[in-house]
C-alpha cells in the first residue's frame, strides 16, 4: 500500500474512533452486539461509520476517500452505518484494512480483498493464544477477561501475518473454532507449539460473560491477570498512584472537578524518566495520545499504559477529595442591634406603607420602574424564614435588566443570609459547610451557571435538604469508607436566565418573572441612569438605608403560619401545574405575612407552640402578584401573539413587515408572533408569489384571556369571619388540627 493511502487509512480511522464516542446511535448499536467494556473497546480500536463520511468530506479529502474504495463515485459510504475495526500491520502498527460489522447483515465487509486478518497486539505478547473464526466471539471473549484473543477467519488471512507470527513462538494455541477448526489445527502445527481445540457449547456471541467465563475455566484456558492499580496517597488537591508497570503517577488539579470532567495534570515518572502533561481522563482520544507519547518517553508499551490511564479515572472517580470550606464565607452577625437603630427598624415593620416605603428605598439605591416584581422578588426572599420557601427565575432578553434588579433586592438582606454566585456545579451543594443553607437565599447569575446542580438544586426546593452517600479514603491507604453528606436547608432560590427552553421540572417549581422590555420601561432606565450620574452619591444616605433594612429583615422571625380563610380560596384546577402554582399562591401568602409579623397576631396553640396568623391584606398582596402569572398559565396565547393579534385585528390584513412597524417590534419577534397565531389557526395566510410579501388577514375570532378563577379579595373579606388584624377580638385557643 503507497504511504498516501496509508495515510488517509489512519485518517479515517481516528474519525470512526472520534463518532463512536460522540454518537450515541453508534454507542447503542455496539451495545446490541454485547460490547460494553472500554477496554476491548481501546484494545480493537474500535469505531463507528454513521454512513455519512462521503457526504461530509471537503473536496479534496472525498477525492482522496475515493481513490482507496471508502467511497464510490457518488459520495456513498462502502463500510455503510457499521461498527468498525481497522486492521493493522503487525510489524509496522498501520491501518491496512477495514472490518466492519452491521446490526442486521451479520457478514463482515472489507475494504480490500484478500481481506487482513485482525491481530490484538497485547495478545501476541503473550505466550498462550486464543484463536477464533467469529469475531464477535473474539470481542466476548476478550471482555470477558481473556486478552490474549484474535480474530482469524480464515486461513487466507492467516498466511497474510504468518511470517510475524512465526516469530512470536507462543507456548500453546487455543483454536476455538465451529467452521474450520480442524484447518486451523493443521495450520498451526507448523508453529512448534502445544495446539488444542477449545470447544464451547453455544454460539460464544449468544451467551453472557458469567456463562462464556465458566466455559473457558472449565476447559483449562490460562486467563491473563493484569497487574492492578495501587494507591499509595491522597491530599486535599492531588493523588498518588502506581501504575503497571511500575510508573509512579500523581495526579493534581482535583479540586472544582465534577461529574463531568476529569481533566487533571499527569505527572508519570519510571526508572529516572519523567513526562508530565495535562489531559481529560474521560477523553479516549485524549489518553491514546497522552499514552503514545508517555510511553516513548518512559520506555512502556502504550496499549498497557491506554489500559492502566482508564483504571485510573474509574479509581478517581470513586474516590472523593473533600474540598476545603469557602475562604470568603460571611460570618454572620451576632451583635445585638443598637437600640435606636432597633426602634427605626421597628418603626418601618409597622408602618401601614411598608412595601411603599422599601419600594422608595430600592429606587432610591438605582432601581427604575419592576416595582412588582421587586416587591414578588421581595417576598421570595423573605421566605427564607418559612419551611417551605420561595424561587424565583427571571427571564429577559440581554441588558433587559435582570441582574440589576436580582442585585437591589439582595442588598436589601444581609450579607450572612445570602449566598451569590456564579457557578454552581454539579456536586457543590452536597459540600458546603452545615447549616450553610439553612433559611438562607441562593441566588444564581445566570442559568448556565447553575445547569450541572440541576438535580440538586430541584431536590433542595421539594425536600429542603441533601443527602449523598459518597465514598471517602479511609485512615488506611487504599481502604474506602462511605461517608453520608447531609446539607439542612431550607433555602430560598432565585436565578436569572434569557433562554427559552428552561426544563418544565425547574420551572414549574419557581415563578416566572418576566421583566418589563417595554420602551416606556427603556425610557425610565435612561432616566433615572441619567439622574443619577448628573448629581453626586450620598454615599451616607446609602448606607443608612441598607443598615436600616438589614436590622429589619433580622428582626424578621422564623414562624409557622396560620391562614384562617384557607378553605374559602378559589383556584383554578384544569392542568396539573396548578398544584404547583396553588402552593405558590399559598407560600406568597405565607411570605406577606412574616413581612409584616409586627403587624400581625399571634396564637398559641395547646402544645405550646406559637404560630403567625395570616390577614387577608396578606391574600390581597398575593393575589396581586401572582395575577398576571397565573393569567399567562390559563392563556393559550402568549402575550407578544395576543398583542399582534389585536394589532391585525385593527389593521384587518398586514404583511409581517406592516405589522412589524405598527408595533414598532424586530422582525424576528413578529414572525414567531405570527407563527404562534397561525398553529392556532387565528390568522388567514396567503402565501406570496415572486417579490410580492406574505399577507395575514384577521379571521375576527374572539380570543378573550380566561378568568384566573381566584376569589377578589373584597369579597373575601366579607366572607371572612372577623378581622385577623383586631386586637380587641378574644381569640379562641388553637386546635392542632387546624395547622394540618
Request: contains cysteine; proline residues 6%; charged residues 25%.
Amino acid at each position: 500500500m503507497s504511504p498516501p493511502a496509508a495515510s488517509i487509512l489512519i485518517d479515517v480511522s481516528a474519525i470512526f474512533r472520534r463518532q463512536l464516542e460522540n454518537d450515541p446511535k453508534g454507542q447503542t448499536l455496539l451495545r446490541s452486539f454485547g460490547i460494553t467494556s472500554p477496554e476491548t473497546i481501546n484494545a480493537f480500536q474500535m469505531g463507528y461509520s454513521d454512513g455519512r463520511l462521503g457526504r461530509k468530506a471537503n473536496p479534496d479529502f472525498l477525492t482522496a476517500l475515493q481513490s482507496v474504495g471508502l467511497v464510490t463515485h457518488n459520495r456513498l459510504d462502502v463500510l455503510g452505518r457499521s461498527i468498525v475495526i481497522p486492521a493493522l500491520d503487525p510489524e509496522t502498527g498501520a491501518v491496512v484494512d477495514f472490518h466492519a460489522i452491521r446490526q442486521y447483515q451479520r457478514r463482515k465487509r472489507n475494504l480490500f480483498s484478500p481481506p487482513r486478518g485482525l491481530l490484538n497486539p497485547c495478545a501476541l505478547e503473550e505466550r498462550e493464544w486464543i484463536v477464533t473464526d467469529w469475531l464477535e466471539a473474539a470481542l466476548r471473549i476478550h471482555q470477558a477477561g481473556w486478552r490474549s484473543v484474535w480474530p482469524l477467519r480464515s486461513l487466507a488471512e492467516l498466511k497474510s501475518h504468518r511470517p510475524y507470527l512465526l516469530t512470536c513462538r507462543p507456548r500453546r494455541i487455543w483454536v476455538a473454532s465451529a467452521k474450520h477448526g480442524k484447518k486451523l489445527i493443521a495450520a498451526f502445527k507448523d508453529f512448534g507449539c502445544e495446539v488444542r481445540h477449545l470447544k464451547l457449547h453455544h454460539d460464544v456471541s449468544d451467551i453472557s460473560s458469567e456463562t462464556l467465563k465458566r466455559q473457558m475455566e472449565s476447559a483449562g484456558v490460562l486467563q491473563h491477570q493484569r497487574p492492578p492499580l495501587r494507591f499509595l496517597d491522597a491530599t486535599a488537591d492531588s493523588a498518588r498512584f502506581l501504575l503497571p508497570p511500575d510508573v509512579n503517577c500523581e495526579v493534581t488539579g482535583l479540586q472544582g472537578n465534577g461529574n463531568t470532567s476529569k481533566k487533571v495534570a499527569l505527572t508519570l515518572s519510571r526508572e529516572g524518566q519523567r513526562y508530565v502533561d495535562r489531559l481529560d481522563l474521560l477523553a479516549a482520544s485524549a489518553r491514546q495520545r497522552l499514552a503514545k507519547k508517555a510511553g516513548a518517553a518512559l520506555h512502556v508499551d502504550a496499549a498497557v499504559l491506554e489500559t492502566a490511564l482508564l483504571d485510573l479515572a474509574d479509581e478517581l472517580g470513586r474516590r472523593v477529595v473533600q474540598l476545603p470550606e469557602s475562604a470568603e464565607e460571611v460570618p454572620p452577625d451576632s451583635a445585638p442591634i443598637p437600640e435606636a437603630r432597633r426602634e427605626d427598624a421597628l418603626a418601618l415593620l409597622k408602618s401601614p406603607q411598608l412595601v411603599d416605603s422599601i419600594l422608595d428605598d430600592l429606587e432610591k439605591l438605582g432601581l427604575a420602574g419592576e416595582r412588582e416584581n421587586a416587591v414578588l422578588l421581595l417576598l421570595v426572599a423573605v421566605s427564607r424564614k418559612l419551611k417551605r420557601p420561595l424561587s424565583a427565575i427571571l427571564r429577559g432578553e440581554s441588558a433587559a435588566g435582570k441582574s440589576n434588579l436580582v442585585e437591589r433586592v439582595s442588598e436589601l438582606i444581609p450579607p450572612d443570609e445570602v449566598l451569590h454566585v456564579s457557578r454552581l456545579t454539579a456536586n457543590a451543594l452536597f459540600y458546603l459547610p452545615p447549616g450553610r443553607l439553612a433559611h438562607r437565599l441562593l441566588i444564581v447569575e445566570e442559568r448556565e451557571g447553575s445547569a450541572a446542580a440541576d438535580y440538586a438544586v430541584r431536590i433542595l426546593q421539594s425536600r429542603g435538604e441533601l443527602k449523598a452517600a459518597v465514598p471517602v479514603a479511609g485512615s488506611d491507604a487504599g481502604q474506602l469508607r462511605t461517608r453520608l453528606l447531609t446539607v439542612s436547608g431550607p433555602v430560598a432560590y432565585i436565578e436569572t436566565t434569557n433562554r427559552m427552553d428552561i426544563d418544565p421540572q425547574n420551572l414549574n417549581r419557581c415563578f416566572e418573572v418576566r421583566l418589563d422590555e417595554s420602551p416606556e420601561q427603556t425610557a425610565r432606565i435612561l432616566k433615572a441612569r441619567s439622574e443619577s450620574r448628573s448629581k453626586t452619591h450620598d454615599y451616607t444616605s446609602r448606607e443608612n438605608i441598607l443598615r436600616r433594612h438589614h436590622d429589619a429583615q433580622r428582626m424578621l422571625t422564623p414562624a409557622t403560619v396560620l391562614i384562617p380563610y384557607a378553605s374559602l380560596l378559589t383556584f383554578p384546577s384544569r392542568e396539573v401545574r396548578f398544584r404547583r402554582d396553588h402552593e405558590r399562591l399559598l407560600g406568597l401568602i405565607d411570605a406577606s405575612a412574616v413581612l409584616f409579623q409586627h403587624q400581625r397576631q399571634w396564637r398559641t396553640t395547646p402544645r405550646g407552640e406559637r404560630v403567625l396568623v395570616a390577614d387577608v391584606d396578606d391574600y390581597r398582596l398575593a393575589c396581586r402578584l401572582i395575577g398576571p402569572h397565573l393569567a399567562r398559565a390559563v392563556d393559550e396565547l402568549s402575550p407578544s401573539a395576543r398583542q399582534a393579534y389585536q394589532k391585525l385585528a385593527e389593521l384587518e390584513q398586514a404583511t409581517r413587515r406592516e405589522l412589524m412597524a405598527a408595533l414598532g417590534w424586530k422582525y424576528n419577534k413578529t414572525f414567531l408572533a405570527l407563527a404562534e397565531l397561525r398553529r392556532l389557526e387565528l390568522v388567514g395566510y396567503e402565501r406570496g408569489k415572486g417579490t410580492r410579501p406574505s399577507v395575514f388577514r384577521s379571521l375576527g375570532l374572539s380570543v378573550e384571556p380566561p378568568e384566573v378563577g381566584l376569589i377578589d379579595p373584597e369579597r373575601l373579606a366579607r366572607l371572612a369571619v372577623g378581622s385577623c388584624r383586631d386586637p380587641h377580638r378574644q381569640q379562641a385557643p388553637l386546635r392542632t388540627k387546624d395547622l394540618q
